[in-house]
């Protein structure tokens, strides 16, 4: 994937630029993670409600990942008539991620105009 920041306009200050794009790697990392957050969410079996509930992203070094907490998600996502819904999302979510992420990085030159 490919991010292209236009930065025509910007006629902010050039070091604060600089520096906000050191913080960029993880905040397209986190807003990538919302992303499949809200369609892991959107196509989650509901009973309870206990397994949307848990789906929640968590970071570790350079990896972020999203997923349910609870310990009979496995069973939903490979035995129950659910089986797959993880996959299913994350498929869905794959085509949404590329505008999301180069919105985010957009948004760090909209700072400076």
Request: charged share 30%; no cysteine; proline share 7%.
């Given at each position: 994937m490919n991010i292209s920041i236009d930065l025509s306009e910007?006629?902010?200050?050039?070091?604060?630029?600089?520096?906000?794009l050191q913080q960029l790697p993880q905040e397209l990392?986190?807003?990538a993670a919302r992303?499949?957050?809200l369609v892991m969410k959107r196509t989650a079996p509901y009973r309870t409600g206990a397994?949307?509930?848990s789906i929640?992203?968590?970071?570790?070094?350079?990896?972020?990942?999203?997923?349910?907490h609870v310990y009979y998600a496995p069973?939903?996502?490979?035995?129950?008539?659910?089986?797959?819904?993880?996959?299913?999302?994350?498929?869905?979510?794959?085509?949404?991620?590329?505008?999301?992420i180069q919105a985010r990085a957009q948004e760090y030159v909209e700072v400076g105009r």
């Open positions: 910007f006629t902010g200050n050039w070091e604060e630029l600089a520096r906000r990392m986190e807003e992303v499949v957050e397994l949307k509930s929640y992203p968590t970071e570790s070094e350079k990896v972020v990942m999203v997923g349910p069973y939903v996502e490979y035995r129950g008539k659910s089986a797959g819904y993880i996959e299913r999302a994350a498929a869905a979510a794959e085509p949404l991620l590329p505008q999301a």
